[in-house]
C-alpha cells in the first residue's frame, strides 16, 4: 500500500499555462516535500511544507511556484506559467514521522510543456 | 554543494554476483538514505542510515556508513535481474529534512 499516490501521472501542458499537481497522502502527515527530476538529471529539492507553511525552499522554487494544502488532506504545486524547462518528474514525498525520517515518495507526476 | 555523488556511473554485473555502489559528500550530515529507481519510474526507498550507525542491513541489502571519509556505500548481495535500476544516495544538510540526491549508479544486472 503507497503511502502517498499523486495525480494526475502525466499531464501535458502549453507553455504559459498553469498547471496544478496532486499530491494524497495516505495517511495524516505533517511534513511534504515537492522534487523535480528533469530526464536524465538528478533528483532536485523544490520545496518542504511543514503545518501548512513553507519550511524550506530551494532557488528552483521561484515565484511560479506555490504550494498549498488547500483541504488539510491534499497537498498541490502549483506551476503559474510553465516554461518547456519546466518538463519534468514531479515527486512529492512524505515524512514518515516518529523518530525515523525516512522520506517515501509518491509515483510521479510526468509534467510535459509544449 | 551538499549533493552526494555516486559512483561508478554504471555497473553491468551478472546474476548472482555482488554489487557495490558507492556514494560521497562533502558536508555533515544527520542521515543518508539510498532510493532505487526503475526507468521512468519513482523512487522506492531502500534504507536510512544514520550518522552514528556504521552499517545497516536489510534483506539483501547492506549499507556502510563512514562519517570521516564523507563516503557511503550500498552492496546488493546475490543480484538478480530485477535488481536492475539505477540507484541514489541522499544526503540531508544536517539542518533541515530536505535531501540532496546525486546522480546515481545504473545497474545492469544480466540474466
Known amino acids: 500500500e503507497p503511502e502517498v499516490t499523486q495525480t494526475p501521472s502525466h499531464q501535458v501542458t502549453q507553455m504559459g499555462q498553469e498547471v496544478i499537481l496532486r499530491c494524497v497522502p495516505i495517511s495524516n502527515h505533517l511534513y511534504f516535500y515537492w522534487y523535480r527530476q528533469i530526464l536524465g538529471q538528478k533528483v532536485e529539492f523544490l520545496v518542504s511544507?511543514?503545518?501548512?507553511?513553507?519550511?524550506?525552499k530551494s532557488e528552483i522554487f521561484d515565484d511560479q511556484f506555490s504550494v498549498e494544502r488547500p483541504d488539510g488532506s491534499n497537498f498541490t504545486l502549483k506551476i503559474r506559467s510553465t516554461k518547456l524547462e519546466d518538463s519534468a518528474m514531479y515527486f512529492c514525498?512524505?515524512?514518515?514521522?516518529?523518530?525515523?525520517?525516512?522520506?517515501?515518495f509518491g509515483p510521479g507526476t510526468r509534467l510535459t510543456v509544449l | 554543494s551538499q549533493q552526494g555523488e555516486e559512483d561508478p556511473q554504471a555497473l553491468s554485473i551478472q546474476e548472482g554476483e555482488n554489487a557495490t555502489m558507492n556514494c560521497s559528500y562533502k558536508t555533515s550530515i544527520n542521515n543518508l538514505q539510498w532510493y532505487r529507481q526503475n526507468s521512468g519510474r519513482g523512487l522506492v526507498h531502500l534504507i536510512l542510515i544514520r550518522s552514528n550507525e556504521r552499517e545497516k542491513h536489510s534483506g539483501r541489502l547492506r549499507v556502510t556508513l563512514d562519517t570521516s571519509k564523507k563516503s557511503s556505500s550500498l552492496l546488493i548481495t546475490a543480484s538478480r535481474a530485477a535488481d536492475t535500476a539505477s540507484y541514489f544516495c541522499a544526503t540531508d544538510a544536517g539542518t533541515g529534512n530536505q535531501f540532496y540526491f546525486g546522480t546515481g549508479t545504473s545497474l545492469t544486472v544480466i540474466p
Open positions: 514525498a512524505i515524512l514518515r514521522g516518529g523518530l525515523s525520517n525516512e522520506q517515501f
Open positions: 511544507f511543514y503545518n501548512n507553511e513553507i519550511s524550506e
